[in-house]
Structures are given as structure tokens and as C-alpha cells.
């Protein structure tokens, strides 16, 4: 897409007794911008351009009367205009300025003559990757960056509309921004060809990566293996698309942090808007040695038919505080995990998911047993599985389905399902507690109602005696209780409370008279508990 430097007005008609020819134009730039205040110098034919002003300069005149006098180089106005007196003939005119990070140089304008066309590439630190060498639009933005001064824009919005072929990785150094046309598919040459490799300090948004005919396997956006990134940086990818032309494909990750020692670790790093739609991953987060991925923040991120949306994996490493805002994804139909944590060992914790998880088999999946105080609030629809419990689920509309293993180790309070809670120690659990028939010294003892060991009721059957033995999750130290009867309230059934030496896995509960001492309770008296570990 070329910008053109078009001339206004050639000559002026009184050829016959002028001395000299106006010449008039207007330096725009690629966007239609004027050049303001930008230097205009006109040089004889042939020149030299290596050098700011050309040489050798021509001579311009001040009037169509005059032969001389007039200033060369010249400028540009407010609004980019320029003109110049000049001898019939033909000229090389140079533009260059603070505007323009590569001089620009048009030979061959005809003054008096016929009219000439300048093309300007760059400006203001801008440059433009449709405008620079190169077969396909990777290499194309590799010269745009490498077209740059330190720092600036490589604006490659000037492909358009339509499908661009991306044949190798192109890293974007710290301090430049990459902007891209979303309506432009970059589509890889093959399937392992990754895209994106971005330094600390830089930018990228807009791009929409397509698969093409390929069955893609390879990392479409990954950080610098060799920086590392953390407070202080400036560093965010926007608006990333993986088109729908990914839906089938299986392989392959759109996002992958890994981290394998503290120089190369990954934090603070913005992730904004990202669409997914198929491959195996959405976000990779795979830390490993001494590496860690903590603390980057995720808003807007979308996955539809991904197998993982999110995935983190422990290999030792630490993948702490990362936090996926206005999250959604949806299965439709190859997705299997919105979350996965797997792998084995590391300190996965204080990783937040907020956000709807539609129609997957798991809708969080934790296999990682070290895996601790992750948040995941929201709809989800689909099994949530958390082999060890540590971790706190606050779904919101319909509620998810819950294995057995997560109901036997989770709190409930109204709507909000939480795994065992936990201080130091185990405080609650979901976990049912039990009585033997004759637990109530007859028979026919029971729990008939439970909301684990938070509250739950006692029957104590027939012919009881005055102290019920219950069956309780093993707590770290001991149980503490409170109990009422809440059938019976007479001289003999008078005060409940626990009772015997301290366990780590049963409680007694013991019925005093109004004297203190130890009575029977009445038959199918309900007995209501409250207990907590210590």
C-alpha cells in the first residue's frame, strides 16, 4: 500500500519570458499525515543521498524572475506544503526531519517538465512493514524493526484485509510496539513455525493468527528465554486472535510462559483480550528449576474447542499469583479442561481464575497434589476435580457437579463450595461424620442430617445411655464441639457437651443432669453438633 508525495503544481504558464519554474507540493505521510516543518533539499542530477542535506545542492530563485537567491533546503509548513523556483529541469528532491526516520529520496522530478511522485515510508519513529523488503509479511516486519531508530513503531496495518503467509519467528525488541491490522490472517508456511517472540518493555496488538491448511504444532506468542521480566517493565500483548480456522486443530499452544531459572522468569506482564479457538493450549505456564511465572495478569482471555484453556504445570518451580480476569471458555466440541494444573510438585498457589467455564468434562481438573489456594470464581458447569482439597471453588448460577472426593473434603456456606478449610491446620471438612447403632449406648443411633463437621444432628435411638460416641475425619490435634439437645429440655436432660480424653478422630458427646451429673438421654432425642479441629 505505497503513500504518495503528489505535486500540486508544475509551472506556471508563463513559460515564454519566466526565468525560473515554481514548484509546489505537499509531503503527507503514509496515513495522509502532513509532514510538518520537515527539510526539503533539491539536488542537480546525478546526487549524493548518503547524507543529510543531498549533494550537490541546485541553485533555486526567489521569483519566477529571478535565477538565484533562493533558500535550498527549504522546508515544509504547518500542513506539509512546500514549493521552490528552479530552473527547467530534472531533480532529485530529499525530505528528511525529526519526523521521519529514514530520509526519504524521489530522483527524477520534472520541473517545468512533467510531473513526479515521492512515497514516504516512515515517520515520527514509524515505520511501515508493508513498505519494507522481504517475500512474506514475517520477513516484511523483521526489516520494519530493523528499518527502526531505538525504540518506535513497526506499524504493519498496511497489509489489509486478507491472508498474509508467516514463515519464521520475528522477535520484538524491548521498546518497540508491533501493531497489526486484525482483519489481516497470518498464516505459518508449516505446522511447527512459531510466531512471536516478545522482549521485556514491548508491545504487540492486533494480531490474528490463522492455521491455514496446516495441522498446527508449534508456539504462536512466547516470551525471550534469555530476559527476564518483572516490576517496573512496561510490557503488553492486546488484542490476539487464533482464528476459528484453528477449530479442529489439536496441537500446538497460542500463549507459552515457560521459566527455568530466576533470569529467566516471567512476572508482571499484561495479557489483554485473547481469543483461542482450538489447539492444545490457550495459556501454557510451565515453570521449571529454579524458574517461576507469577503475577502476570490475564483480562479478556476467550477459548472455544481448546483441549486446555488454561494449563499450568509444576515441575519443581514456582507458578504464584497469576490472575485470569472476565475469563470464558467453552468446549464446543474438542475442549477437555478450562483448567488444568497437573504435573508433580512446585508451588502452584494464589492463582485466581474469574470467569465462566462452559461444557467441559472437567471444568477445573487439579492432579498436582502440591497445588494450594488457587481462587476459581464463577459458572461452571462442567466436574471440578481437586486431588488434595487445598484449593477454593465459589461457583456462581447453576452449581457444578462435585465428585465425591471433592464433597467429602469441602466446606459449604450458602452458595459458596470451598475445599477442607484450612489455617495451619485442618479447621472443617465436609466429611460426613458416622455413629454406630449402639454409638448412644442402645441401638438405632444415627446422623440423620449433616453439613459435615461444621453442624450436624444426632438421633440417639433407642434405650440410649447418657454418652454418644461419634466418628469424626482425622484432625491434626484433636476436636473441639459444642452439642444441645434440642428435643428435650427437663431436670435430666439438662446440658450437653463433649466429654473423655481429646482424639484425632472421635468425639463424645455426654448429657448432665441439672445437678451435673451424667442421665441417659430420651429416646430419639435429636442432639444438634457443631465441631472444629484444632
Known sequence: MKKWLVPLLFFLPSLAVAQSVRYQSIALG??????????VAVCTQPANTTTTPCSPLATLATSANTTSGGANPTTTDINGNFFFYAAPGVYTIQIYGPQ?????????????VAQGVATVTSLNKVVFADQQSGTTADAKVSSCIAALPSGGTCDARGFGAGNQTWAAQVTVPSLVSLKFDPATHFQPSGASVNALKFEPNSNIDGFTFDCGAVSYSGIVIQPDSSQQYGLGQSTTLSNITIDSACAAVTTGTAVSLPSTSVG???????????TVVGLANGVLINPSGSGF????RFVGLQCTTTITCIHITGGGSNAIGNQFMAFS????????????????????????????MFDF????AITNTTAAHNLFI???????????????????GSASSQPDAILQSAKVIGAIQVGSTSLTNLWESSAVPTIAGAGCGGSAASIPVNNGTAAFKINVGTAPGSA??????????????????????????????????????????????DVAAATAFVANDIVKVACSAD
Open 361 to 364: 468434562t472437567h471444568g477445573v
Open 329 to 356: 471458555s467453552e468446549k464446543l466440541p474438542s475442549g477437555t479442561n478450562a483448567v488444568l494444573i497437573d504435573g508433580a510438585g512446585g508451588s502452584i498457589v494464589d492463582n485466581v481464575v474469574i470467569g465462566t
Open 468 to 513: 454418644c460416641t461419634v466418628t469424626m475425619p482425622t484432625a491434626t490435634t484433636g476436636w473441639s464441639c459444642s452439642a444441645t439437645d434440642i428435643t428435650t429440655n427437663s431436670t435430666s436432660v439438662f446440658l450437653q457437651k463433649q466429654t473423655g480424653a481429646e482424639s484425632t478422630t472421635s468425639v463424645i458427646i455426654t448429657n448432665f443432669s
Open 30 to 39: 503514509p496515513k495522509g499525515t502532513p509532514l510538518s516543518f520537515q527539510n
Open 378 to 396: 464463577g459458572y461452571q458447569d462442567g466436574t471440578i476435580s481437586d486431588v488434595n482439597s487445598l484449593n477454593t471453588f465459589i461457583p456462581l
Open 293 to 296: 511465572v507469577s503475577s502476570n
Open 100 to 112: 521521519i526516520a529514514t530520509p526519504y529520496v524521489q530522483p527524477d522530478i520534472s520541473v517545468g
Open 264 to 274: 529467566s522468569s516471567i512476572a508482571f506482564v499484561n495479557f489483554n483480550n485473547f
